[in-house]
């Protein structure tokens, strides 16, 4: 038996809540000043996983994305 346990839905990336950096250098650098170029220059090629805790959107899976959209105000 097959279920589909998941939709895609947009979401303003503001509004979601970031978990705890594990590292202030990966915010850095040119491997994320990369991720910013990409994401300004073509979008969002990865989805951005997210769940919903306390009626608050939390990201599960992209926060260096959801950080670069926030930044470059995507």
Same mark, same amino acid.
């Given at each position: 038996?097959?279920?589909? =346990?998941? &939709?895609? /839905? ?5 509004? @979601?809540? @970031? *978990?705890? &950096?594990n590292?202030s *250098?990966?915010?850095? +650098?040119?491997?994320?000043a +990369? *991720?910013k170029r990409?994401?300004?220059n073509? +979008?969002? @090629?990865?989805?951005? !996983? =997210?769940g919903q805790l306390?009626? /608050?959107? !939390?990201?599960?899976? +992209?926060?260096?994305?959801t950080?670069?959209c926030? &930044?470059?105000? =995507?």
């Open positions: 038996m097959i279920q589909n =346990i998941s &939709e895609i /839905k947009m979401f303003p990336v503001d509004g @979601l809540i @970031l *978990l705890k &950096e590292s *250098l990966r915010y850095k +650098g040119p491997k994320y +990369g *991720l990409s994401v300004k073509r +979008g969002v @090629l990865a989805p951005i !996983h =997210i306390d009626n /608050k959107m !939390h990201v599960a899976d +992209g926060n260096r994305r950080t670069a926030r &930044e470059i105000d =995507i």
